[in-house]
């Protein structure tokens, strides 16, 4: 069983930065895919971006484009979301996710393992 924690989260101004991390207990993290999904009380949790095992393949939900950054640390057991040019619309808790397979999946139903989310909130 492989457990999540993030750590990350918080309040900032529009504009402004954060960084999530997300960390993974187990010994073959760099077989997992991961993802970072996010949710608005009310509303399903929607995806925001994924990388593959190696950290090679990423793929991000067009709003975030050009704005997040997925990467990982195999090594940490790590993986992390650069969030940059924060907009009021990106609040919402975050949650990492990780998927039994190194490729990558923009699918909330084809994760296997979640961590417990954290908040961030942006200011306008």
């Known amino acids: 069983q492989v457990q999540l924690v993030e750590s990350g989260g918080g309040l900032v101004q529009a504009g402004g930065s954060l960084r999530l991390s997300c960390t993974a207990s187990?010994?073959?993290?760099?077989?997992?895919?991961m993802g970072w999904f996010r949710q608005i009380a009310g509303k399903e949790r929607e995806f925001v971006t994924t990388?593959?095992?190696?950290?090679?393949?990423?793929r991000y939900e067009v709003s975030v484009k050009g704005r997040f950054i997925i990467s990982r640390n195999n090594d940490l057991n790590t993986v992390y979301l650069q969030m940059n040019s924060l907009k009021p619309e990106d609040t919402a808790e975050y949650f990492c996710?990780?998927?039994?397979?190194?490729?990558?999946?923009?699918?909330?139903?084809?994760?296997?393992?979640w961590g417990q989310g954290t908040q961030v909130t942006v200011s306008s």
């Open positions: 996710a990780g998927r039994s397979t190194s490729i990558t999946n923009t699918n909330a139903e084809n994760y296997d393992y």
């Open positions: 187990g010994r073959t993290f760099s077989s997992y895919a």
């Open positions: 990388i593959n095992g190696n950290g090679g393949i990423t």
